[in-house]
């Protein structure tokens, strides 16, 4: 569309001064962009939150997120080809087990034959390109569904429960994950997990990305059905952030950056741009995530499905937010589309941002 400001000097209207005539500095695609520096989408800006089972019934998919299903081992060497061939290059795991294999303190969260460790060495053989972050929680492996093993009153026993995620981790980092990423929000458990990585000789090998801005959330309803993870009873008010709490989430970005962590995140996504924003300009030396979550997953499938609007487009202004923010990587269960449509927009003449 183009655009003219000459009317007004004629009808005697306000006429603008020059130099606040901005139309003319975004008037073309390429303006576009340089006015858009920092907001770019390419494929390393995205990972792919992957749900991989023991069950050799391939792929299930889950009911709660449309479009999204858990992979056993086999499937999902299968699957990853084509997801390479468009420019993937990282994965975020998540372990599911059956009830059998869980128990109260979560002590198959650190099992040699758990299925992500068996992921990581499938990918790190068959895929050795691809970037393999671990969520390190316990919540897939207890009976009770909690992230951390309980004191007898229901309470979380911190002591032990970051003695165990650090084994899961060191589990997980010694099968050959590039970056553990503790989802727990235990006290401690980035120190705990730095210390050990350095006494396993794996300090310079494996960095930890910590979720260290995560709210307690309605948003990780679909998850908890795709992990099977729902807390028995109780909720997880006690140890995630309370959701109107800026000073706490800043607290807990400083503490974990204290401890060592290479990369923060802020989790979920749409809500809380503002403590992308805020953590990103207090800590600007170090990535920022930002985990697209499920319930975002499927409020946004559903608007579209029912024709609130479409689907690219507003993923498009939903990812540039993110960018704009302060978010470096964006985690979500999009990425497969983003990248086949950013890999059409790289190979079509003159094509529109993504
Ligand atoms: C494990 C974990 C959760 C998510 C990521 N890691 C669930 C939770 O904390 O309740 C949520 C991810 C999503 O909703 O997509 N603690």
């Given at each position: 569309m183009s655009d003219s400001n000459d009317t007004a000097a004629t009808t005697g209207q306000y006429t603008p001064p020059a130099?606040?005539?901005?139309?003319s500095g975004y008037s073309n695609d390429t303006l576009r962009r340089w006015q858009s520096s920092n907001t770019e989408l390419h494929p390393h800006n995205f990972v792919l939150p992957l749900f991989v089972t023991?069950?050799?019934?391939g792929e299930i998919p889950v009911v709660s997120m449309p479009g999204v299903s858990r992979y056993s081992i086999p499937a999902l060497e299968q699957y990853l080809p084509s997801l390479l061939d468009d420019g993937l290059t990282s994965v975020l795991l998540f372990g599911v087990v059956p009830s059998?294999?869980?128990d109260s303190v979560g002590?198959?969260?650190?099992?040699?034959?758990?299925p992500v460790v068996l992921a990581i060495k499938m990918i790190k053989t068959k895929f050795p390109s691809l970037t393999v972050i671990c969520d390190v929680c316990l919540c897939a492996y207890t009976t009770h569904g909690h992230c951390g093993e309980l004191h007898e009153?229901?309470?979380?026993?911190n002591t032990a429960s970051v003695n165990r995620i650090t084994a899961q981790a060191l589990a997980y980092a010694k099968a050959g994950a590039d970056v553990v990423a503790p989802?727990?929000?235990?006290?401690?458990r980035v120190g705990a997990m730095k210390q050990a990585l350095q006494r396993e000789g794996l300090s310079g090998k494996v960095s930890v990305l910590s979720y260290a801005v995560k709210f307690s959330s309605s948003f990780y309803g679909p998850f908890r059905d795709a992990a099977e993870?729902?807390?028995?009873?109780?909720?997880r008010r006690c140890y995630q952030l309370p959701l109107g709490s800026s000073g706490l989430a800043h607290r807990a970005a400083a503490r974990d950056v204290a401890e060592g962590a290479d990369m923060l995140m802020v989790k979920p996504g749409m809500p809380y741009l503002d403590l992308v924003r805020s953590v990103k300009d207090a800590f600007p030396h170090l990535p920022m995530f930002i985990y697209q979550v499920s319930g975002e997953y499927a409020m946004l499938h559903h608007g579209a499905a029912a024709g609130v609007f479409d689907l690219r487009k507003i993923l498009s202004e939903v990812f540039t937010g993110m960018r704009r923010a302060g978010a470096d990587v964006i985690i979500s269960y999009y990425t497969p589309r983003v990248l086949r449509w950013l890999k059409e927009d790289h190979t079509a003449a003159g094509s529109p941002l993504l």
């Amino acid at each position: 569309m183009s655009d003219s400001n000459d009317t007004a000097a004629t009808t005697g209207q306000y006429t603008p001064p020059a130099h606040h005539l901005l139309h003319s500095g975004y008037s073309n695609d390429t303006l576009r962009r340089w006015q858009s520096s920092n907001t770019e989408l390419h494929p390393h800006n995205f990972v792919l939150p992957l749900f991989v089972t023991e069950d050799v019934s391939g792929e299930i998919p889950v009911v709660s997120m449309p479009g999204v299903s858990r992979y056993s081992i086999p499937a999902l060497e299968q699957y990853l080809p084509s997801l390479l061939d468009d420019g993937l290059t990282s994965v975020l795991l998540f372990g599911v087990v059956p009830s059998a294999r869980k128990d109260s303190v979560g002590s198959y969260s650190c099992a040699a034959g758990s299925p992500v460790v068996l992921a990581i060495k499938m990918i790190k053989t068959k895929f050795p390109s691809l970037t393999v972050i671990c969520d390190v929680c316990l919540c897939a492996y207890t009976t009770h569904g909690h992230c951390g093993e309980l004191h007898e009153d229901g309470s979380i026993n911190n002591t032990a429960s970051v003695n165990r995620i650090t084994a899961q981790a060191l589990a997980y980092a010694k099968a050959g994950a590039d970056v553990v990423a503790p989802s727990d929000m235990m006290d401690g458990r980035v120190g705990a997990m730095k210390q050990a990585l350095q006494r396993e000789g794996l300090s310079g090998k494996v960095s930890v990305l910590s979720y260290a801005v995560k709210f307690s959330s309605s948003f990780y309803g679909p998850f908890r059905d795709a992990a099977e993870s729902a807390p028995a009873f109780g909720d997880r008010r006690c140890y995630q952030l309370p959701l109107g709490s800026s000073g706490l989430a800043h607290r807990a970005a400083a503490r974990d950056v204290a401890e060592g962590a290479d990369m923060l995140m802020v989790k979920p996504g749409m809500p809380y741009l503002d403590l992308v924003r805020s953590v990103k300009d207090a800590f600007p030396h170090l990535p920022m995530f930002i985990y697209q979550v499920s319930g975002e997953y499927a409020m946004l499938h559903h608007g579209a499905a029912a024709g609130v609007f479409d689907l690219r487009k507003i993923l498009s202004e939903v990812f540039t937010g993110m960018r704009r923010a302060g978010a470096d990587v964006i985690i979500s269960y999009y990425t497969p589309r983003v990248l086949r449509w950013l890999k059409e927009d790289h190979t079509a003449a003159g094509s529109p941002l993504l």
